[in-house]
């Protein structure tokens, strides 16, 4: 029997190992539940050569870097991690759920999805993202004061883009690539009331610096124009290919819609980060994984049984605690044994001798 095959059982499977998810797996693990964890990696906190905005996490560290160390905790504390796809999930008749993926199969009480979503890519040219091609305005926007900054596509979200980036910087122009606007009447007034450079050209080339960075895009009819970065506006593509086979309700803009815990509209199935609504930020994403592991806690733990309970299947007895598994009871007993152990000095003696 594979290692997989025999934990194969769990209360909480988490779908997604970005901060969202890895976050709800800390909360349910270290509040004594049994949590699995799939993820098929490579998301968009991965995309990140540096993280802002993340008290405590200094800006050279890149996404993943940021991503092992959290792996690191979640297992350390318990967890399994699975590096796959989960490209199944149905509901059992017993309540519980189960998750199909290309080399484990898993059953659990409650299913937190945090799967988010793939940015949608305008075609090349394009620089390396992190270099002249950034996903994520808040996170970005401080490194452009002053700088020349380009907003790529033709919708409401590009139009509103360029005009925000005039908060940071005077040199914004907003490339159509050659294609139809398709902003509202209203924004375009909106857009000749502000120093926003409207470009309809195609781009069709670019030079960058040695060190990589963006230096210009050149246009379909030769002309060069300076940037030292900017964003694509061509929206998102939500992962809830998962949520749809589970009944769980979308909202118009096709993210999971939740409830201020993460619960979905489907009971035992929970949802956070990017794949919901709210700003797409670490930050946010792991309150979010945070507030649903504590809310799954709440679902699933045993005691106190409420009265109801008690008539029905008995008092508590004390060969019935502590309610952690026997599994996670070990492992956080060896954790904190750890933990507690006095730190030895290179000399092979504690320093509590000293
Ligand atoms: C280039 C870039 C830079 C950014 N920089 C910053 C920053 O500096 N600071 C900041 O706060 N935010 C930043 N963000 C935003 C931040 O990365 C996201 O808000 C955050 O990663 C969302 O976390 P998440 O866990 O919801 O999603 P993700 O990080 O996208 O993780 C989702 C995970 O789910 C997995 N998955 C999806 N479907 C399945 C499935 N069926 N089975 C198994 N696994 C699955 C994916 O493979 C992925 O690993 C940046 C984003 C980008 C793109």
Same mark, same amino acid.
């Given at each position: 029997?594979?290692?997989?095959?025999?934990?194969?059982?769990y209360?909480?499977?988490?779908?997604?190992g970005?901060?969202?998810?890895?976050?709800?797996?800390?909360?349910?693990?270290?509040?004594?539940?049994?949590?699995?964890? =799939?993820?098929?990696?490579g998301?968009?906190?991965?995309?990140?050569?540096?993280?802002?905005?993340? =008290?405590?996490?200094?800006?050279?560290?890149?996404?993943?870097?940021?991503?092992?160390?959290?792996?690191?905790?979640?297992?350390e504390?318990?967890?399994?991690y699975?590096?796959?796809?989960?490209?199944?999930?149905e509901?059992?008749?017993d309540?519980?759920?189960?998750?199909?993926?290309?080399?484990?199969?898993?059953?659990a009480?409650?299913?937190?999805?945090?799967?988010?979503?793939?940015?949608v890519?305008?075609?090349?040219?394009?620089?390396?993202?992190?270099?002249?091609?950034?996903?994520?305005?808040?996170c970005?926007a401080?490194?452009?004061v002053?700088?020349?900054?380009?907003?790529?596509?033709?919708?409401?979200?590009a139009?509103a883009?360029?005009? =925000?980036?005039?908060?940071?910087? &005077?040199?914004?122009?907003?490339?159509?690539?050659?294609?139809?606007?398709?902003?509202?009447?209203?924004?375009?007034r909106?857009?000749?009331?502000?120093?926003?450079?409207?470009?309809?050209?195609?781009?069709? &080339?670019m030079?960058?610096g040695?060190?990589?960075?963006?230096?210009?895009?050149?246009?379909?009819?030769?002309?060069?124009?300076?940037?030292?970065?900017?964003?694509?506006?061509?929206?998102?593509?939500?992962?809830?290919?998962?949520?749809?086979?589970?009944?769980?309700?979308?909202?118009?803009d096709?993210?999971?819609?939740v409830?201020?815990?993460?619960?979905?509209?489907v009971?035992?199935?929970?949802?956070?980060?990017?794949?919901?609504?709210?700003?797409n930020?670490?930050?946010?994403?792991?309150?979010?994984?945070?507030?649903?592991?504590?809310?799954?806690?709440?679902?699933?733990?045993?005691?106190?049984?409420?009265?109801?309970?008690?008539?029905?299947?008995?008092?508590?007895?004390?060969d019935?605690?502590p309610?952690?598994?026997?599994?996670?009871?070990?492992?956080a007993?060896?954790?904190?044994a750890?933990?507690?152990?006095?730190?030895?000095?290179?000399?092979?003696?504690?320093?509590a001798? &000293?």
């Amino acid at each position: 029997m594979t290692d997989s095959e025999r934990h194969d059982e769990y209360e909480v499977a988490v779908v997604g190992g970005g901060p969202a998810g890895l976050t709800a797996a800390v909360y349910t693990t270290r509040l004594g539940h049994d949590t699995v964890v =799939i993820n098929r990696g490579g998301g968009r906190a991965a995309m990140m050569l540096d993280t802002h905005n993340v =008290i405590g996490v200094t800006e050279d560290v890149s996404g993943n870097e940021f991503l092992q160390t959290a792996q690191e905790q979640v297992r350390e504390y318990g967890a399994d991690y699975h590096r796959d796809f989960v490209e199944g999930a149905e509901r059992l008749d017993d309540g519980r759920f189960r998750l199909t993926a290309n080399d484990v199969e898993v059953v659990a009480d409650h299913v937190v999805l945090a799967t988010g979503f793939s940015d949608v890519r305008p075609d090349p040219p394009l620089p390396r993202t992190g270099r002249g091609l950034h996903w994520c305005l808040h996170c970005d926007a401080y490194m452009f004061v002053d700088q020349p900054v380009w907003v790529m596509g033709t919708g409401e979200s590009a139009a509103a883009v360029a005009m =925000i980036m005039l908060n940071f910087t &005077d040199e914004v122009d907003l490339l159509t690539r050659g294609d139809e606007p398709e902003w509202s009447e209203e924004t375009q007034r909106q857009l000749e009331a502000h120093p926003v450079d409207v470009v309809h050209k195609e781009v069709t &080339d670019m030079e960058k610096g040695e060190d990589g960075w963006l230096e210009a895009f050149v246009f379909e009819d030769g002309t060069r124009r300076a940037y030292r970065g900017g964003f694509p506006m061509y929206g998102s593509d939500y992962n809830t290919d998962l949520a749809e086979q589970l009944g769980v309700e979308l909202n118009d803009d096709g993210t999971i819609a939740v409830d201020d815990h993460g619960r979905t509209t489907v009971e035992g199935v929970s949802a956070v980060g990017d794949v919901v609504p709210g700003h797409n930020q670490i930050p946010v994403a792991m309150g979010q994984g945070a507030k649903a592991g504590i809310g799954v806690h709440y679902r699933l733990r045993k005691y106190p049984r409420s009265l109801e309970e008690i008539e029905s299947g008995g008092e508590v007895t004390s060969d019935q605690v502590p309610g952690i598994s026997q599994r996670l009871r070990e492992r956080a007993r060896e954790h904190n044994a750890d933990a507690a152990a006095p730190p030895v000095d290179t000399e092979g003696t504690s320093s509590a001798d &000293d």
